[in-house]
């Protein structure tokens, strides 16, 4: 590890929860159903936990069944990053707020339409600011 990273993360971790930290610097998953923002149906725009960047709008939020915050599209693109993810044997495209690098969750071609695309989210990386 860097001193570059190990400051990153003293920072990080002075500032989330260790949940959050788990997840978003160290890439963990959240278990299924246990997530604040699972089951949300409120109106608002989802932050990105660490940084404060905005990420997704409510209005693209769906009941994938999945047990996460699922979303078939993003703010904007300029939002996130996705990256090619090979761990676990499996190929999966990783998804990164562009602001600050947290690991979100992961994008998936199993959405609904209009895009097709299943955002696959981490309650503990998201912050839901609702809409007055
Ligand atoms: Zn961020």
Not at 62 to 78: A, H, I, R, T
Not at 118 to 128: E, F, G, H, K, V
Request: overall charge negative; aromatic content about 10%; glycine content about 8%.
């Amino acid at each position: 590890m860097s001193d570059k990273e190990h400051g990153n993360n003293e920072h990080w971790q002075h500032k989330l929860t260790p949940e959050q930290f788990s997840i978003c610097r160290m890439k963990g998953t959240e278990p299924p159903f246990t997530g604040k923002y699972a089951d949300c149906k409120k109106d608002g725009i989802y932050h990105c936990i660490c940084c404060g960047a905005p990420l997704f709008d409510s209005a693209t939020k769906y009941d994938s069944g999945s047990g996460w915050p699922s979303f078939w599209d993003v703010l904007s693109e300029d939002s996130v990053t996705q990256h090619v993810d090979t761990s676990h044997a499996m190929r999966r495209v990783e998804v990164t707020c562009k602001s600050c690098d947290a690991h979100l969750g992961h994008v998936f071609e199993d959405g609904p339409q209009p895009t097709g695309l299943r955002y696959c989210i981490n309650s503990a990386s998201l912050d839901l600011k609702e809409r007055s």
